[in-house]
């Protein structure tokens, strides 16, 4: 079962720097000024720069719990691809994470895709803070894995974009070909749905905890 919310409040943005909340367990940490990121990489951890870039054609895989944390921008013009659960090497269950923290904008011309849940583990859930923001690509969040043995299949992963996002960009719940927002499918049988979610930067304090 899929299910796609759109929940908005249209209040302006106030501009910031960005600061960086604690980092968890992350296997790696890279620290440069710009930061392009370059083909065929496999990233993970923690990543902070002024300025992330995913040039347009580019491609790379994401095989453990990714967080780009740049001071002004975020532009991801090609594919970042997650793993799914079973091909992460880590967790056997749920696939990474995304998160994705610009202090200016995040722009979102290429693609970012969820890696899938493994035996009713959740989906790739995709996070996304910055007071401006355009999406003009497609961010689709991860399927939940089906059941193995009993029991339901697992959640698909959710998408929350925290920010100013303007309407052309307002895209849920559509064919997957086309740009837009996408929560996750649940996984065989009776798995929920995942869910694509738009907060205004002034009310980014209701992100769930969790996330």
């Given at each position: 079962m899929r299910t796609s919310v759109l929940l908005l409040l249209s209040l302006s943005p106030t501009l910031v720097g960005c600061s960086s909340p604690p980092a968890?367990?992350?296997?790696?940490?890279?620290?440069?000024?710009?930061?392009?990121?370059?083909?065929?990489?496999?990233?993970?951890?923690?990543?902070?720069?002024?300025?992330?870039?995913?040039?347009?054609?580019?491609?790379?895989?994401?095989?453990?719990?990714?967080r780009l944390v740049a001071r002004t921008r975020i532009e991801i013009e090609g594919v970042l691809r997650v793993v799914d659960a079973n091909d992460s090497g880590r967790d056997p269950l749920d696939a990474p994470t995304v998160r994705l923290e610009a202090g200016e904008r995040v722009s979102v011309d290429g693609e970012i895709l969820g890696g899938d849940g493994h035996a009713s583990g959740s989906g790739t859930t995709i996070v996304i803070l910055a007071p401006e923001q355009f999406v003009s690509g497609r961010i689709q969040a991860g399927d939940g894995g089906d059941a193995r043995g009993g029991g339901n299949g697992g959640p698909g992963g959710d998408i929350w974009v925290v920010g100013n996002l303007p309407e052309q960009a307002m895209r849920v719940g559509l064919p997957r070909n086309t740009s837009g927002l996408f929560g996750g499918n649940g996984g065989f049988p009776d798995g929920s749905?995942?869910?694509?979610?738009?907060?205004?930067?002034?009310?980014?304090?209701?992100?769930?905890?969790?996330?």
């Amino acid at each position: 079962m899929r299910t796609s919310v759109l929940l908005l409040l249209s209040l302006s943005p106030t501009l910031v720097g960005c600061s960086s909340p604690p980092a968890g367990e992350v296997p790696e940490e890279r620290l440069t000024s710009v930061y392009r990121i370059g083909a065929g990489e496999r990233l993970s951890g923690l990543i902070q720069a002024d300025e992330i870039w995913l040039p347009g054609g580019t491609s790379v895989e994401v095989t453990g719990d990714l967080r780009l944390v740049a001071r002004t921008r975020i532009e991801i013009e090609g594919v970042l691809r997650v793993v799914d659960a079973n091909d992460s090497g880590r967790d056997p269950l749920d696939a990474p994470t995304v998160r994705l923290e610009a202090g200016e904008r995040v722009s979102v011309d290429g693609e970012i895709l969820g890696g899938d849940g493994h035996a009713s583990g959740s989906g790739t859930t995709i996070v996304i803070l910055a007071p401006e923001q355009f999406v003009s690509g497609r961010i689709q969040a991860g399927d939940g894995g089906d059941a193995r043995g009993g029991g339901n299949g697992g959640p698909g992963g959710d998408i929350w974009v925290v920010g100013n996002l303007p309407e052309q960009a307002m895209r849920v719940g559509l064919p997957r070909n086309t740009s837009g927002l996408f929560g996750g499918n649940g996984g065989f049988p009776d798995g929920s749905g995942g869910s694509a979610r738009v907060l205004a930067w002034e009310q980014r304090d209701n992100l769930p905890a969790d996330l």
